[in-house]
Structure formats: structure tokens, C-alpha cells
């Protein structure tokens, strides 16, 4: 009976520790925020009750250390070594240990579409040249008797990646800081992992060199407009345009490739019925077993549906259906991210502000310590024809 009352005991001061960190996140970073990091948290305390482990990789001790270092930034125990970071920082940036950076970087991998299927580079440099193939698909040549094989030109290009500082600034209240317990570094890598995947999935998709191109509005991308006068998003045929769409792709490419589009532009095109009233797509476009089973990378995000056997992904970045209406508008992809170059300089650090305005208030007055979590990396297309972006007629 003593056991099972430590056990309830521990599950109150977990819940209490997730109720006052959603209140005070509510604050800075709004409700649904939030509720996405809550629900990571708690995602990971069940994988693991599970499998003795969640997605992090790190185990309690280290995520209490991790705590004790973002407490010690935040009460001025822990001073910047000016020589680890870029900046001279008289405010007490650290870096994040390697690890704890792994673990964002991991988690972050398991909640946004770009992290967890584009192709990584890591980077030692500020800049990274990667191969850009803008040729044609190559076949090669006979040689006939005594004569010279045939010479293929290849269409190599380069595309930087160029790495930009992101930044992930919110407040917590001293009193929480000086009594956090462990749950608090979940809840400090979750916060740091779903901004940085947002972002990244973010920039990825519809990037407009602020500061990296992402697939919507990259030149290079193939296009697909609908036909004159379909203007709305309805118009797209969710048979015909999908599959003329999939034709553009090379077969080599397609392996891994998916749909994407908003949420609710996809709860349209699965209810598309055909003139007797019967839904296009199979079961409504639900994921079949084969489109779950081959979805990239492990334990990322999971498809809405499908097409024609391809993945559906919703991204909240892409057009919702309110958009719908406007000519010359992109509102869905098709491509695969293998294609897509995310380029990684792995350091990260933590920095500690105890006055300034954040969301408006001066943290000092509010008894409160602002946390700056920064991080440099780089996104770029390797293979713009790996992507076929529909949009509604110009006219």
C-alpha cells in the first residue's frame, strides 16, 4: 500500500508540475502551444513507463542535470566562457551539452515533416556547397566497333547551405526554477524541440528567403496549375490532378515521396464524391497499413491518409481552405524530402535574461527569468524536381 501511494503521490506532483509549466507557457508562447508541448511530455513519460526510455535518449539523471544547469543559468551561478560561443556575452550564455543538443535535435525530429525526412549535413563551417542536379536522368551509351563511347553531359549545379541563427526566447517564474524537479527538463526539451521543428517545417515549406527558399516558392520546383477558371482549392481533381502530379516525379524519386497539404484542405479532397454520391478515394483517403509502413524516418510524423498509395502529411504552414479562391495560389505538394538538404552545426546554447520585455512584459517586474535558446542551421532543395507544387489558375 506504501508503494502505490508513492506512486499516486508522484503522479499529483507531475500533474502539478504540467498544470503551472502550461499556465505560465499559456503566457508566453499562447494556448495551443502549449497544449502541443503538454501532450509531448506526456507522450514521452508513456514510452517510458513502455520501453524504459522516450524519444530523447536521455535518462533521469541526465535530464536533472540539464535542470540544474538551466537553473544555475538562471540565477547567475553559471557564467559564459567567452571563448566557446561566437558572441561576447556578458549576459551568461552556455552552451547546451552535446547530448542535451542530440536530444532537441531527436525530438524535434518526431514532431515536424522536414527534421525527420530530409537528408542531413552535418556542418563545421558557416557554409556548405552540397550537388545540385539539374540535368536529365541519366542512360548512358553502346559502344559500337572500334569507336568512341558517346559523352553525357552532366547538369551539376551547387546550392549553398547557409547557416542562420534561430532563437527560442520565453519567461518562467524564479519560484518554478528554484523548485523544478526532473519533469522540468522534459518539459524544457519538449518547448525547445517543437519550435524548432515548427520552424523548420515552416521555412521548408513555404520559406520566401526569410531566410531559406522553402518548396512552395523555390523557382525550380515544377508547377502544376489547374485549368482556367479553377480558382479554388475544391477544383483540384483528388484522382486525375494527384495522379498527374505523381507522372512529373521520376520513378527514382518516388520512393518515399508523400502529399502534402493544410489540414483542412485535406478534410475536403478525401470527401470528394464522385456523380452518384461515393467517396473518391478508398475509406475516404484513410492510411492503408502499406502507407504507414514505409514512412520515413522512425517515429516521426504519422500520415493523415492517402492517394493513389502515397503518404498524405498535414502541415499547418501550407494554405488552409480559408485561402482558397485567390488565382496563382500554391497549396499542395507532392515530392519527396530525401531531396531536401538540412544542414546541422549542432551547437546550441542557453542564455539568461533577467530584465527585458518579453511578449510585452518586463520580466524583472514580474519576478521572472527569460531562457534564449539558440541554434544554427541551414535548409536548402538538393533536387527542386524531386517536388511538383499544385496551384489554382491564374485566370
Same mark, same amino acid.
Given at each position: ?200 517545417? @515552416?521555412? /521548408? ?5 526569410? &531566410? +531559406?527558399? $522553402? ?5 525550380? =520546383?515544377?508547377?502544376? !496549375? ?46 470528394? @464524391?464522385? /456523380? ?5 478515394? &478508398? +475509406?475516404? $483517403? ?5 502507407? =504507414?509502413?514505409?514512412? !520515413? ?48 552545426? /549542432? ?8 530584465? $527585458? ?39
Amino acid at each position: 500500500m506504501e508503494k502505490e501511494l508513492l506512486e499516486q503521490f508522484g503522479e499529483k506532483v507531475k500533474n502539478v508540475v504540467d498544470n503551472v509549466m502550461e499556465e505560465k507557457l499559456k503566457v508566453a508562447v499562447g494556448p495551443m502551444v502549449a497544449s502541443e508541448v503538454r501532450s509531448l511530455v506526456e507522450t514521452m513519460r508513456v514510452e517510458r513507463a513502455l520501453f524504459g526510455k522516450d524519444r530523447s535518449g536521455l535518462n533521469a539523471d541526465q535530464k536533472q542535470a540539464f535542470v540544474e544547469m538551466a537553473k544555475a543559468a538562471a540565477f547567475g551561478k553559471t557564467k559564459a566562457n567567452a571563448t566557446l560561443i561566437e558572441e561576447q556575452d556578458s549576459r551568461g550564455g552556455f552552451l547546451v551539452p552535446k547530448e542535451i543538443a542530440d536530444a532537441i535535435l531527436r525530438i524535434a525530429a518526431t514532431v515536424g515533416v522536414v527534421l525527420n525526412q530530409a537528408t542531413k549535413w552535418p556542418m563545421s563551417s558557416d557554409e556548405l556547397g552540397i550537388p545540385n542536379y539539374t540535368g536529365s536522368f541519366l542512360e548512358g551509351g553502346y559502344l559500337g566497333i572500334d569507336a568512341p563511347g558517346p559523352i553525357t553531359s552532366m547538369g551539376f549545379g551547387q546550392v549553398a547551405l547557409i547557416l542562420k541563427k534561430w532563437q527560442l526566447a520565453f519567461a518562467l517564474g524564479n519560484d518554478l526554477l528554484a523548485d523544478a524537479v526532473v519533469d522540468l527538463g522534459d518539459w524544457l526539451l519538449s518547448l525547445a524541440a517543437e519550435a524548432l521543428a515548427n520552424k523548420i517545417d @515552416k521555412v /521548408g515549406f513555404i520559406g520566401n528567403s526569410d &531566410p +531559406f527558399i $522553402g518548396v512552395l516558392n523555390n523557382p525550380n =520546383v515544377t508547377a502544376y !496549375p489547374l485549368s482556367s477558371g479553377n480558382t479554388t482549392f475544391d477544383k483540384f481533381l483528388v484522382m486525375e490532378d494527384a495522379a498527374n502530379m505523381i507522372a512529373q516525379v521520376e520513378e527514382s524519386v518516388l520512393d518515399g515521396a508523400a502529399f502534402y497539404m493544410h489540414r483542412t484542405v485535406w478534410a475536403k479532397l478525401r470527401t470528394q @464524391k464522385d /456523380g452518384n454520391g461515393n467517396y473518391i478515394l &478508398p +475509406f475516404a $483517403g484513410l492510411a492503408t497499413p502499406a502507407t =504507414v509502413e514505409y514512412t !520515413p524516418g522512425n517515429g516521426g510524423p504519422k500520415p493523415a491518409g492517402s492517394i493513389s498509395g502515397y503518404p498524405v502529411y498535414t502541415v499547418r504552414h501550407l494554405p488552409a481552405w480559408a485561402a482558397s479562391g485567390t488565382t496563382s495560389t500554391n497549396f499542395l505538394v507532392f515530392g519527396n524530402f530525401k531531396a531536401a538538404a538540412y544542414g546541422d552545426r /549542432g551547437d546550441m546554447t542557453l542564455e539568461r535574461f533577467q530584465s $527585458g520585455t518579453f511578449d510585452g512584459k518586463e520580466i524583472a517586474l514580474a519576478d521572472q527569468v527569460g531562457l534564449v535558446f539558440k541554434h544554427r542551421h541551414a535548409f536548402a532543395l538538393g533536387l527542386p524536381a524531386a517536388f511538383v507544387v499544385a496551384k489554382t489558375s491564374a485566370s
